[in-house]
């Protein structure tokens, strides 16, 4: 991988139209600033021409393989393109922002689109869910600069600039501003899918893929589940293992919002049951292998996390109201003990149907004659 990684830097260079040596410099420029992305002593071994050379090949690498990664005209093996795009995504493997910033040369606000496009096709999710990524949020505070000292605190730092493509990627996938910042979350019991299904619980997929798109709509005796749609893969647990590790570390945001997620999709995940159901929803798309493996995949992940408590309480809240209306619980558990096929709803209407008949034959019977007469 060494040498691919030669070449491919040697690439960019080329592409760029940009002298090595003024490619260089810029890297130079912000070695310093690099070096301070990092664990203090972590770095020491390397002299600070070694450093800026390291992250000047490293980040001329992955610029290449993003831009290959798009077009689709990288000469290394499909199995390798694997590795390297989920080892991209490693915590331990994050290249700081302003490295790979100081090479996006001659466009940089093209090298950005392409960015967020390679972090939005890594992403494991619906291909029918497209949403709008880090770079809307960069574009918006950049056109909207007037407005951007009467922001809240809080939105200000929601579109500051990421410090690696891993913090890339946990920006499309949270919405700091869904939470509500006075409500707790707290479930009186678990319940999986398959139990909220029986309950009168209908589930669907929210029209973005983030994780904090998740709403519950009340209806009469039944209610409707949102849950962001998601790709299962060989790439999801590292994905959000790293995720995870990365929403623990101290200049991360304090959302928690994977973590919460994991957890939440934990409770509704028991069985490959569960799974099942929230595949034939359009929710969960496995392409992992059994429905069991998906089921164990999240039960693995969330095991000793903590949520949030004040991420999905409200949706959390109006499960619980609605799993303590008794009148709904019954209503739901009838339907779905009678009529939970199409073939017992047919059933049903062949039945009423005959009894229809019954009494317009009685009817006839007794007063037919009579009229008659």
């Known amino acids: 991988m060494e040498d691919h990684k030669m070449t491919m830097a040697r690439q960019h260079v080329t592409d760029s139209e940009v002298a090595i040596q003024t ?26 021409r070694q450093f800026a050379q390291m992250m000047f090949l490293d980040g001329c690498f992955v610029l290449r393989f993003i831009c290959c990664s798009l077009d689709k005209e990288t000469r290394i093996k499909s199995h390798n393109i694997a590795f390297v795009r989920r080892d991209l995504f490693l915590l331990e493997n994050q290249l700081p922002f302003l490295v790979l910033e100081a090479l996006m040369l001659p466009d940089r606000n093209t090298w950005l689109e392409n960015v967020n496009r390679f972090v939005e096709n890594t992403r494991a999710r619906s291909p029918r869910h497209q ?63 398959i139990e909220l299904k029986a309950a009168g619980i209908h589930f669907k997929p929210s029209k973005t893929s983030r994780c904090m798109d998740v709403s519950f709509e009340p209806a009469m005796s039944f209610g409707t589940l949102r849950l962001p749609p998601i790709m299962v893969d060989d790439s999801t647990k590292s994905m959000f293992l790293n995720l995870v590790a990365y929403e623990c570390c101290p200049d991360a945001p304090d959302d928690f919002g994977v973590t919460s997620y994991l957890c939440f999709m934990d409770v509704l995940i028991d069985h490959a049951e569960d799974v099942k159901e929230l595949r034939s929803n359009g929710i969960l798309l496995n392409f992992l292998g059994s429905d069991k493996e998906v089921a164990n995949l999240f039960n693995e992940i969330a095991r000793d996390l903590v949520p949030n408590p004040r991420a999905h309480a409200e949706v959390i809240g109006e499960i619980e109201r609605h799993y303590n209306n008794k009148v709904k619980i019954w209503i739901a558990e009838w339907l779905h003990t009678h009529f939970s096929t199409p073939w017992t709803f047919l059933a049903f209407l062949g039945a009423i149907f005959a009894l229809a008949l019954t009494c317009f034959q009685t009817y006839l019977e007794a007063y037919g004659d009579k009229k008659l007469n």
């Open 131 to 193: 949403e709008g990524g880090w770079l809307d949020g960069i574009m918006k505070n950049f056109f909207n600069h007037r407005d951007r000292k009467d922001r809240p605190k809080e939105t200000k730092q929601q579109q500051q600039q990421p410090v690696h493509l891993l913090g890339i990627l946990h920006g499309q996938l949270i919405d700091r501003s869904a939470h509500d910042p006075l409500s707790i979350s707290e479930w009186s019991s678990y319940r999986s899918a």
């Open 23 to 48: 490619l260089y410099d810029k890297v130079v420029a912000v070695t310093e600033d690099a070096r301070k992305c990092y664990i203090e002593g972590s770095t020491s071994k390397w002299d600070d």
